[in-house]
T-cell receptor
């Protein structure tokens, strides 16, 4: 149980384009989903927290107009990187916490974004 | 503010020997403590957690961790390391008042055959 998927697993795009990453909780309902960014050989940096049906809460320094987050249902959250630039290249990881055991986050496999 | 320290960037251990990956934390209030493991180019896998109760917590793949309130530590241990345990290990903390996880910088565990 507690499986979280992400799609795509990797994406390469041109500078200036937008990229959407999906995060799904496959076998549980996720009241809260989190989006992290991880640079090579570094820890995870929380970007934002989203609750189903409400606006995401962004961490300080994260541009909400650049990183659009939508949590449309209890099993799906999306992160859209708008007008991507090479400095947005990173490993993006989502996690989900459910109604039961909400203290534990379960992580997706991550999405490697490369912006050319 | 919450914080987590993993003082070792890398831990090397021979297969079959016991391993310890260290973690200390700082929070206001009672901590919720977690260990996750990350394999190359993958997300994090949940290993174990301490919320309340017995200070010794047993988790996946034979790992365990001991909550020590006086030392504010939550070290990860395994009695006999496997080569397949080689990975990046993250300690994380949250509390009852926040659902945010604060991660340590990670410790790379290398188990040699």
């Amino acid at each position: 149980g507690a499986v979280v998927s992400q799609h795509p697993s990797w994406v390469i795009c041109k500078s200036g384009t937008s990229v959407k990453i999906e995060c799904r909780s496959l076998d549980f309902q996720a009241t809260t989903m989190f989006w992290y960014r991880q640079f090579p050989k570094q820890s995870l940096m929380l970007m934002a927290t989203s609750n189903e049906g409400s606006k995401a809460t962004y961490e300080q320094g994260v541009e909400k107009d650049k990183f659009l987050i939508n949590h449309a249902s209890l099993t799906l959250s999306t992160l859209t990187v708008t007008s991507a630039h090479p400095e947005d290249s990173s490993f993006y990881i989502c996690s989900a916490a459910g109604l039961a055991g909400a203290d534990t986050q379960y992580f997706g496999p991550g999405t490697r974004l490369t912006v050319l | 503010a919450q914080s987590v320290a993993q003082p070792e960037d890398q831990v090397n251990v021979a297969e079959g020997n016991p391993l310890t990956v260290k973690c200390t934390y700082s929070v206001s209030g009672n901590p919720y403590l977690f260990w996750y493991v990350q394999y190359p180019n993958r997300g994090l896998q949940f290993l174990l957690k301490y919320i309340t109760g017995d200070n010794l917590v047993k988790g996946s793949y034979g790992f365990e961790a001991e909550f020590n309130k006086s030392q504010t530590s939550f070290h990860l241990k395994k009695p006999s390391a496997l080569v397949s345990d080689s990975a990046l290990y993250f300690c994380a903390v949250s509390t009852a008042t926040t659902d945010k996880l604060i991660f340590g910088t990670g410790t790379r565990l290398q188990v040699f055959p």
